[in-house]
């Protein structure tokens, strides 16, 4: 049984035919071997699914791109314009070695880039039917396209961010005393599909000293009065592009008495980074942004991840906001800036907005205020 996206699929064809012709540019006379995921839904506009039978895109250096799949899911791909696309559909039946048909089309390839998830089970097939060509990832060369989005796709990440801002401006309803985290995950839960998410793709819940552990999820951790707790929570729309936005809640006045001092300064942080983002401007320097405040102010050691992360139909996806990534950000590119400090054993807290690089600066899609929400 194939998995099988509930999310609409995409039938813009000359946005399609767009984007397989610069994969084919960008990959530069490699092969090209997409299995089912988020480079797939990119590419054809459908994410498809597989297990153990093979399902690839198949993109050559030459000649027409072409889908093969199996025969008994093929049914699954008849609502795609491929035809008006220009890719062959090659079906197979069990019985027979589809790697020996994605060796066909790609007859003579000296390089072969595969997309980053694919399961081991099918590199090694094409490893097998493709003795003499190099294997490299597909990753670096899709990313090229997938990290600048268009219109269209900010547009999407804008209903997703101001669904999820609608969730957060609820979260009073829910987060309670005596209540668990996993109890108020399942309320974040429900919402995040009422407010227009077709589903949740993480909840977290970080209550007291769990709101410490970045990606801790939820518990039997029962909320007391004074605790903070840290609320990270997003999840695709339709469309595909997903959103994700963390506020950090205090349940009565903070037991903590550093709390507020503390939080004053991630949020400064969190707003200095936001407000570097600006063409020209590289992922490094919008971690550097957010770091150096928050080591200026001594918490340094607390802060232990990267800044941010870019997303679109993954919730993580390049560009990285972190150091060492030199890469100067483009109007369209689309990230997370959500540094945290994290009190080990005590509390934590996290401010997450997700930005798009714009002509001359940013534009946030989420809106909800950044001070720590105090609930009475
Ligand atoms: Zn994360
Ligand atoms: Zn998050
Ligand atoms: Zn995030």
Redesign the pocket.
């Given at each position: 049984m194939a998995r099988r996206s509930a999310l609409p699929p995409v039938h813009d064809v000359a946005v399609l035919r767009a984007r397989l012709d610069r994969a084919r540019e960008a990959a530069a006379g490699t092969g090209l071997v997409i299995t089912p995921g988020s480079d797939l839904r990119y590419l054809i506009g459908q994410p498809g699914g597989s297990l153990e039978r093979l399902t690839t895109l198949v993109i050559p250096a030459d000649g027409a791109p072409a889908l093969v799949v199996p025969k008994l899911e093929a049914p699954g791909y008849e609502d795609l314009p491929l035809a008006e696309l220009g890719v062959d559909v090659i079906t197979w039946v069990d019985g027979v070695d589809p790697y020996n048909l994605v060796a066909e089309r790609l007859s003579g390839a000296e390089r072969v880039a595969v997309s980053d998830f694919t399961p081991a089970l099918h590199v090694f097939g094409f490893r097998d039917a493709l003795p003499k060509a190099e294997q490299v990832l597909a990753g670096p060369i899709v990313r090229e396209l997938r990290m600048r989005k268009d219109a269209a796709e900010i547009e999407a990440l804008r209903k997703a961010g101001a669904a999820i801002d609608r969730v957060h401006a609820r979260v009073g309803e829910w987060l309670r005393p005596g209540r668990t985290e996993a109890e108020v995950g399942a309320d974040i839960e429900a919402a995040i599909v009422e407010e227009g998410h077709t589903g949740a793709d993480f909840v977290i819940v970080g209550s007291g000293p769990n709101g410490a552990s970045p990606h801790h999820a939820l518990s039997g951790r029962v909320i007391e009065t004074g605790d903070v707790v840290v609320v990270?929570i997003?999840g695709p729309v339709a469309e595909g592009y997903n959103s994700?936005s963390?506020r950090t809640y205090a349940v009565g006045t903070p037991r903590d008495a550093d709390v507020a001092a503390t939080y004053a300064v991630l949020q400064e942080a969190q707003q200095a980074a936001v407000e570097a983002v600006r063409p020209g401007a590289t992922a490094e320097s919008i971690d550097a942004a957010a770091r150096d405040v928050i080591a200026a102010a001594g918490f340094g050691d607390y802060f232990i991840h990267r800044t941010?992360?870019g997303?679109g139909l993954d919730?993580?996806e390049e560009p990285y906001i972190v150091a060492g990534n030199d890469l100067p950000l483009e109007p369209g590119m689309a990230f997370?800036v959500?540094p945290g400090i994290y009190q080990a054993g005590r509390w934590g807290a996290r401010i997450?907005d997700i930005v798009v690089v714009t002509a001359d600066g940013v534009e946030s899609m989420n809106n909800q205020p950044h001070d720590l929400v105090v609930l009475t």
């Open positions: 990270d997003g994700d963390t941010g992360h997303i919730v993580h997370s959500e997450e």
